[in-house]
């Protein structure tokens, strides 16, 4: 019988980050995910919006770890459009499909309000079912521009009440 992999999140530290940006350059994830920086590879852009997140009360980052080893992350804070709080997460292509993402939301949804809002890319399969599983519903779909494909696409909008 194979053991099932331990998940845990901790506070995202300054130290965390190396392994975090190597994760969100993977080409495959990036086109999933769409909605990404102008340029993920960027560095020092990477690092300057860490930081202003960092600095923001509303802003709680965790680093998702599998077995001891850093796979991704989760985040959340307040929209400033909708004044809803957001959650945001990324988990390395190498670990998808063993369930680590929905392991991870759940027990980083045990330490949040609601109402809670997510989003993901119309034809990103996986994410919409990992949000399903937890709860989310749809709530509306828009369309916006997405960087990582150099077009506008299609977005759906969660809500987990």
């Known amino acids: 019988m194979v053991e099932p992999h331990v998940v845990t999140l901790r506070a995202t530290r300054a130290s965390d980050r190396d392994e975090l940006f190597r994760i969100q350059l993977d080409p495959e994830a990036i086109r999933m995910a769409a909605f990404t920086a102008t340029d993920p590879a960027d560095r020092a852009a990477y690092d300057a919006h860490y930081a202003r997140f960092s600095e923001r009360e509303d802003y709680d980052a965790r680093t998702v770890r599998c077995d001891g080893r850093i796979v991704g992350s ?7 459009e909708t004044g809803m709080p957001e959650i945001t997460y990324w988990i390395d292509r190498e670990h998808w499909g063993r369930g680590i993402a929905t392991r991870a939301l759940r027990l980083f ?4 309000p609601r109402p809670l809002r997510a989003r993901a890319a119309a034809d990103n399969a996986a994410s919409i079912a990992v949000l399903g599983k937890l709860g989310f519903v749809e709530v509306g779909r828009d369309r916006d521009y997405a960087n990582a494909r150099g077009e506008e696409i ?3 909008e969660f809500v987990l009440r």
Do not use: G, K, S
Not at 74 to 80: G, K, L, S, T, Y
């Open 154 to 156: 299609e977005e759906i």
């Open 74 to 80: 989760v985040a959340r804070w307040i929209d400033a």
């Open 109 to 112: 949804l045990d330490t949040q």
